[in-house]
């Protein structure tokens, strides 16, 4: 609610989900953002856009031989005229893995991840995507792993969120991520232990400080 509702306005209908390090949680944060979207009625589009080393097909079971780096590896000279075709995106798109809710896995890792994500071909199926969806929202790579894939793709989209774990993610990566990514709207602070919040934020989350007390997802 705060990230769609914040700073971006509620014209925000496109999201890249990246973190600075592996291990954060962005996968399971961009999952979790679709899966609640799509509870509220919206039509939610999921993307496998860490091509390198995808995570999405796992998440939602789904098998994962052609996917996102088929389309983009399309021949551009029959790309756009091809309505029907094999590699057409809608054509792979796994439909209602949740009720509203569709993910287009990555496919296969290619030779030339940069390459494909920065072809006019991403950008067409982020266009073409938020025609028929509410919500388009992408699973980004790690910044410090692969900076340049999540530079790419930040511009395609309204806004990029960057989540970032409790007790894990150094300070100075968090201001160096900040610094790169110069489209953030919202962090989400992932796996805090509340039992390391003064003791009003305690109460207020429920726990008192009791002997319950202890970690949350985000």
């Known amino acids: ?5 914040g700073a971006a306005g509620p014209r925000t209908r496109s999201l890249l989900v990246t973190s600075s390090q592996p291990g954060e949680g962005k996968t399971t944060v961009s999952s979790n953002l679709a899966i609640s979207l799509a509870q509220l009625g919206r039509r939610v589009l999921l993307i496998d856009a860490d091509i ?7 998440v939602f079971r789904a098998p994962n031989h052609t996917g996102l780096a088929d389309v983009l590896a399309e021949d551009p000279e029959t790309s756009t005229k091809r309505t029907n075709g094999r590699k057409d995106w809608r054509n792979l798109v796994h439909r209602n893995v949740v009720t509203g809710l569709d993910v287009l896995t990555s496919g296969v890792p290619p030779e030339n991840p940069a390459e494909l994500l920065s072809s006019w071909r991403m950008r067409h199926l982020v266009s073409e995507a938020l025609l028929s969806y509410d919500f388009v929202l992408l699973d980004s790579p790690a910044l410090f792993i692969n900076a340049a894939d999540a530079r790419i793709l930040a511009p395609l989209v309204d806004g990029s969120v960057l989540v970032v774990r409790s007790g894990y993610t150094p300070r100075d990566v968090v201001h160096r991520a900040l610094a790169q990514a110069n489209n953030v709207i919202g962090i989400v602070l992932n ?18 400080g009791g002997p319950a007390a202890g970690k949350t997802d985000s």
Do not use: E
């Open 52 to 58: 390198r080393r995808p995570c999405l097909h796992r």
């Open 1 to 5: 609610t705060s990230i769609l509702l």
């Open 191 to 208: 796996a805090l232990d509340i039992r390391g919040l003064p003791a009003y934020y305690r109460a207020y989350y429920g726990t008192a």
